[in-house]
Every structure is written in C-alpha cells, then in structure tokens.
T-cell receptor
Framework: KQEVTQIPAALSVPEGENLVLNCSFT??????LQWFRQDPGKGLTSLLL?????REQTSGRLNASLDKSSGRSTLYIAASQPGDSATYLCAVRPDNTDKLIFGTGTRLQVFP | NAGVTQTPKFRILKIGQSMTLQCTQDMNHNYMYWYRQDPGMGLKLIYYSVGAGITDKGEVPNGYNVSRSTTEDFPLRLELAAPSQTSVYFCASSYPTGTGDNEQFFGPGTRLTVL
C-alpha cells in the first residue's frame, strides 16, 4: 500500500532563507507527483507537477525534484518570504490509477 | 472560467440529518473527485468519477453516496450524519489519464460540523 510521508511536520524560518521540504513515498511505481499549497481555511493550489519520467520542475522561486527509485521528492523554496507561509502538501498518483495519495503536509511559517 | 466551485462553504448538521454537498466544474474535465481532510491530516479520497454515469469508491466511502448525471456536476450525499463525518470536504477535477498532465484542480472546500 502506497504511503506518503512529509518531513518536517512544521517549520519556522526567518525571511530570506532558502529551505527544503521533503516528501517520501513507499512504492516507486508512480505516474506523477504533485506539490500543493494550502492557506488556512482555504482549498489547495497546485504548485508543481512532476511526471515520473522527469527529474525536476521549476516555477519562479520554487523547484521540485523527483527521485523515483529512492521514493523521494523535495520542494526547494528560494529566498523565502512571509507570503510563503502556508501548508505544503505532496501527493503521488500511483501507476494504473486515477487517484492521488496525499502526505500530511508541512506547515511553514516565514517570519519577517 | 470559475474552475471548481463548491456549496455550501459551511454547514452544521445534527446527528442523523442528511445533506448534499454540491460541486460543479466548468473546465470540461471528465474526472472528478471528493476528498475529506481531517485536522492536521492529509486528504483522503471518498469517491471519484471518470465520466458521467460512472462512479467508484475511494479509501473512505462509508456513509457517503455520489452520483454523476452530467460532466459538470458531482454531488456528495450524506444520508445519516455522524460526528465522525465532521471534516472539510474538497472536490477536485482533472482531465483523463493520458490527456496532458492529469493535474487535479481543487475547489475551496465545505467545512461540515456534525453535532
């Protein structure tokens, strides 16, 4: 059974720091992996999607990498800002399914 | 495009009451999904649909029912509300497998409390 784990569960950093959020999954047979941002009391906003054949995706200050064989993905946030404060969720789509399996998220706080 | 819309935003139910959570998307997506998110947890799939007239169970379907009569709408029905169904419910949609990235787009959620 696919399980997705995110470490750390919470992170508090000063503005300007570069930071890394980690996501690990137990079964490497995935179709893609998606990173989401969730603001308090809000829905999910898709940040990056990496297909299983890709190694990384970039959008602005965000870079997501995927190492499928080791069951890991990282979300790198450069020059963090207070506006980056949110919960970040990763989700994998196993092969031969149309479902997403979510991790429990990393709650990020960036203080001025 | 409005994307994925959900109604209501908030609802309080008494134990044993029933209600329908509405979800509509205007992106012509074939696939639609219902998730629940409990405090401090990730999302768990309740039901999903790959097209009008087709639905299937996810991880936690007990206590819920769905229907998919049109491409746009995917309502979630709670027949006998229980305190364990207190949660935030999210609807999502995507293109079919093999069409683009199959990226899922989410609605803003419905916060349900059962007392």
């Amino acid at each position: 059974k696919q399980e997705v784990t995110q470490i750390p569960a919470a992170l508090s950093v000063p503005e300007g720091e570069n930071l890394v959020l980690n996501c690990s999954f137990t079964d490497s047979a995935i179709y893609n992996l998606q990173w989401f941002r969730q603001d308090p009391g809000k829905g999910l906003t898709s940040l990056l999607l990496i297909q299983s054949s890709q190694r990384e995706q970039t959008s602005g200050r965000l870079n997501a990498s995927l190492d499928k064989s080791s069951g890991r993905s990282t979300l790198y946030i450069a020059a963090s800002q207070p506006g980056d404060s949110a919960t970040y969720l990763c989700a994998v789509r196993p092969d031969n399914t149309d479902k997403l399996i979510f991790g429990t998220g990393t709650r990020l706080q960036v203080f001025p | 495009n409005a994307g994925v819309t959900q109604t209501p935003k908030f609802r309080i139910l008494k134990i044993g009451q029933s209600m329908t959570l509405q979800c509509t998307q205007d992106m012509n997506h074939n696939y639609m999904y219902w998730y629940r998110q409990d405090p401090g947890m990730g999302l768990k799939l309740i039901y999903y649909s790959v097209g009008a007239g087709i639905t299937d169970k996810g991880e936690v379907p007990n206590g819920y029912n769905v229907s998919r009569s049109t491409t746009e709408d995917f309502p979630l029905r709670l027949e006998l509300a229980a305190p364990s169904q207190t949660s935030v419910y999210f609807c999502a949609s995507s293109y079919p497998t093999g069409t683009g990235d199959n990226e899922q787009f989410f609605g803003p959620g419905t916060r349900l409390t059962v007392l």
